[in-house]
């Protein structure tokens, strides 16, 4: 496989050392010139990764080509290059439907739609692909978990899901903040709230339980996360995440 990157950010940065940590097989990596210094950063970990001089020269020296800028510019990038048959594309930009796609790189080739998030770089991420796809999935299984589905609709969801990362944090800078208030240093409440998240996020990998069998098997009857659940539960915390996921996916689809 001879990959290329267009677009030199993030989560290209994240792909790219993810592949080499966990031994993706490939031929050659090729980067675009966009975010040189990123670029540049990644093709001094690796013999085989290399820094083009244009987005054609990508395409030129590729089979499989991961497209990962922004949607505002897309249109224009993508509308100066020239696609052919072979190139199986992967695209990373959120929000552009593969009938878009395909009318903007105007080629029969293979294509699919893939949501990386940054944890790919240590192995820990979950990447949503549509539709399932062989390349995407020898690609991101290695990264943790690459999860396939058969429509759009089913990956604007997996999509809409991501927009919890601040919110998450949100509720441990809380929590952080409720530990200095109680005289501990935040540094330490810092560490102590990290690894009692790493803790939770392990036992989810441990079996395929339920998320809901799982509340139940943390709680005992009359105990300290009974309290806790049940007081969220009655303020109707939890539903509120129903309501902003719906608002995303709104917007996700256009329809905001």
């Known amino acids: 496989m001879r990959a290329g990157f267009i677009g030199t950010g993030t989560i290209t940065q994240a792909v790219v050392k993810g592949m080499l940590r966990f031994g993706v097989p490939f031929e050659r990596i090729l980067l675009s010139p966009r975010n040189a210094q990123t670029a540049a ?4 970990l690796d013999g085989r990764v290399q820094v083009c001089e244009s987005n054609q020269q990508v395409l030129d020296h590729s089979d499989v080509v991961c ?11 993508l509308g100066d290059l020239e696609f052919n048959a072979r190139h199986h594309v992967i695209s990373f930009m959120a929000g552009v439907s593969l ?5 903007w790189v105007r080629t029969s080739g293979k294509i699919a739609r893939a949501v990386p998030l940054p944890a790919v770089a240590e192995g ?9 796809d062989d390349i995407a999935r020898a690609i991101f299984a290695p990264l943790g978990q690459a999860v396939e589905v058969d429509s759009e609709d089913k990956f604007d969801a997996l999509s809409a899901v991501t927009a919890t990362m601040a919110s998450f944090y949100a509720v441990l800078e809380t929590e ?15 560490a102590f709230l990290s690894g009692y998240c790493v803790g939770l996020a392990h036992d989810t990998t441990r079996g395929v ?12 009857p009359g105990g300290i996360n009974e309290q806790v659940h049940a007081e969220l539960s009655r303020r109707g915390a939890y539903a509120y995440y129903d309501e902003a996921l ?3 996916l709104r917007r996700i689809r256009g329809n905001a």
């Open 176 to 190: 952080a903040s409720w530990l200095a208030k109680q005289g501990i240093d935040y540094a330490d409440a810092r």
């Open 67 to 77: 497209l990962a800028v922004v949607p505002q510019i897309a249109a224009e990038v």
């Open 209 to 220: 339980q339920p998320f809901s069998q799982m509340v139940e098997h943390s709680m005992t």
């Open 41 to 44: 950063e990644l093709a001094a």
């Open 124 to 132: 820990k991420g979950s990447t949503a692909i549509c539709p399932a």
């Open 99 to 103: 009938d878009q796609l395909r009318g």
């Open 246 to 248: 719906d608002g995303v």
